[in-house]
């Protein structure tokens, strides 16, 4: 809780909105600066020049390629990360020979940073999407397979005591007393996998991509077009709040039974 | 011992929960622990029993054995005649924990137990609903757990354990997390229900105040390992209240009951 003084009463007068706007003014207020002063104006080309920049990408015939190509990669391995993650999780929780041989992979793995591995990947796989699209399935299922485990396991034992003494069977007691409570955590799960997807992007795209904004940014850099580059950067960001938002209004609409709220 | 005695007794009434020579053994990470030994008990159709005891008296690991929960190392249960051997519709139980489901409104918390009956749609509304009413809850119904008092979850918790029709209520410190409030008034409404439908019950607590406003028998536990104690027959007739603790009786059951307790409590101290 933060303390009760005269700013933080100012701050609570504030409608949540005005803040939103005063904070957009302030980072262009930056964006600003960064842009005249000499040393950072060449990595930070003024806003006119940034959106003038979209008609340069869509006249190239760029844009709408490198946005598809990049959804359809994130899209497809975020969806396969998931389809993999649920029953691998709840193997996991379940039997614990399984966990006990999987999980400190799972671990191991998912501390190295995927760029370190995309070679590799490449050499088994290619060039192209399917690469793209291990390299983003691998790093959605490691994280969405923790969170969801960490979600089955942690299942309120007397829960499952209740509905038994009330003669549910196993079967009742997965659909109808372990789903529901594992949901929260399915939920972030899909939301910490979808931010996943995106930042691992850029790694996905250096396998040789020939479309993407990833692949684009890199190729961008050779030609040191700022602009365009600060371009997709924010359209990156833009893409990845407005998926966190959405997932956000849902998780709050499927589980406003929780009696805590989300992290 | 008196009290064995008296425990193995044959009477003419029927017994519900018959638990015969139990033992039950925990191997833990400091060897094995005997959390109770040479239990034996008849629970009797429509009787009210009490257990007190020291916390590690093994009073919840018995409730959990009669209710399937766990098995005994040794010695059997049987409820109406038949072993025991997992969790029975005809032995509900009451958690402290309250155990709502809660994603589940509380109406749909009580059609849980009536679709595991069987009851379906309407019908498992309707009777919801009632079994809400009998605990004065049927304002609340479409409410969610989370929205409740301590109080209100145990009250539903008491309405879906009715729900279920089991023949035996098996009741683990059910008022254990509530304030002292609270707990007399649920003490009061359980009275009542229990002396409308005479429900056999089987009471886990360490509030002997509660235990001898509710029980017919309390059967006090020692500890270390876990057995019977002393059985007192709370010969105070119904219906009590909760003036029925300034009675001199009352008092002179108190002072009995709790002394046995303490003395118990004492042991495990040491």
Known sequence: ?263 | MAGEARNLKNTNEHVRVRIDNVRKVFNGRNGEMVALNGVSLDIHDNEFICVVGPSGCGKSTLLNIIAGLLEPTEGKVYCDGKEVTGTGTERGVVFQQYALFPWLTVKKNVMFALEMRGVKGKQAEQEAMKYLEMVDLAKFADHYPKELSGGMKQRVAIARAYAAEPSVLLMDEPFGALDAQTRTQLQTELLETWERDKKTCFFITHDVDEAIILAQRVIIMSARPGRIKEIVDIDIPYPRTQETKLTPEFNALKNRIWSQVYQEYLEVRK
């Open chain 1, 1 to 263: 809780m933060e303390k009760k003084t005269k700013q933080g009463s100012l701050a609570d007068r504030i409608p949540a909105k005005v803040w939103v706007l005063l904070s957009f003014l302030a980072a262009m207020l930056l964006w600003w600066i960064l842009s005249i002063i000499p040393a950072t104006s060449r990595a930070f080309p003024n806003v006119v020049k940034v959106l003038a920049s979209i008609k340069t990408m869509i006249s190239r015939g760029v844009l709408w390629k490198d946005l598809s190509s990049s959804l359809i990669s994130v899209v497809s391995g975020y969806v396969l990360g998931f389809v993999i993650a649920l029953p691998v999780a709840i193997l996991m929780a379940w039997y614990k020979p399984v966990r006990y041989i999987i999980e400190p992979w799972i671990q191991f793995i998912r501390n190295i940073p995927p760029l370190a591995y995309v070679p590799l990947i490449v050499i088994a796989a290619g060039v192209g999407r399917r690469p793209q699209i291990i390299v983003i399935t691998i790093a959605c299922f490691l994280i969405m397979c923790v969170t969801i485990y960490q979600g089955v396991i942690n299942v309120d034992e007397t829960l499952i005591k209740a509905a038994r003494v009330l003669g549910a069977t196993d079967k009742d007691i997965f659909i109808r007393v372990i789903a529901p409570a594992t949901l929260p955590f399915i939920l972030t799960a899909i939301r910490l996998g979808a931010s996943v997807a995106l930042t691992t992007l850029i790694a996905a795209e250096s396998t040789g991509a020939n479309a993407g904004l990833g692949m684009r940014i890199r190729s961008l850099n050779n030609s040191f077009e700022s602009a365009p580059m600060l371009l997709y950067i924010i359209i990156i960001g833009i893409l990845g709040i407005t998926i966190e938002k959405l997932i956000k209004t849902a998780e709050r609409r499927l589980t406003s039974w929780q009696e805590k709220r989300e992290i």
